[in-house]
């Protein structure tokens, strides 16, 4: 049972990314889904989360109206589509996956991760 990250690399500030997080002995639907990321001397913080129950949808400030949650059930796959990237937003992202019904920012709810994977925002 594993969440694989994947998706990440170097673009140039203004640019796009889709990060995706696949399922490996795991129905994703069967969980909420959240990325958090990590940036350089920061504490990992969650930036956004889609719901089990009713696919509802949470972004953090710092990335609401820029990044897109979302997910494909038949690729078992949840996805993050980031636009107008900032160098701010450099940091190693990780997909979770929790039992919980709604979005939760408390790590200790997300029983599944990712690996990470890096996006650096960058001229």
Do not use: H
């Not at 995706?20 to 958090?36: D, E, H, N, R, V």
């Not at 996956?97 to 200790?108: H, K, P």
């Amino acid at each position: 049972v594993q969440l694989q990250a994947s998706g990440g690399g170097l673009v140039q500030p203004g640019g796009s990314l889709r990060l995706s997080c696949a399922g490996s002995g795991l129905t994703l639907p069967s969980y909420t889904i959240a990325w958090f990321r990590q940036a350089p001397g920061k504490e990992r913080e969650v930036i956004s989360c889609i719901t089990r129950i009713g696919g509802y949808t949470d972004y953090a400030d710092s990335v609401k109206a820029r990044f897109t949650i979302s997910r494909d059930r038949a690729k078992n796959t949840a996805y993050l589509q980031m636009n107008s990237l900032k160098p701010e937003d450099t940091a190693i992202y990780y997909c979770a996956a929790a039992a919980r019904g709604v979005c939760t920012r408390d790590e200790v709810n997300y029983r599944y991760w990712g690996q990470g994977t890096l996006v650096t925002v960058s001229s």
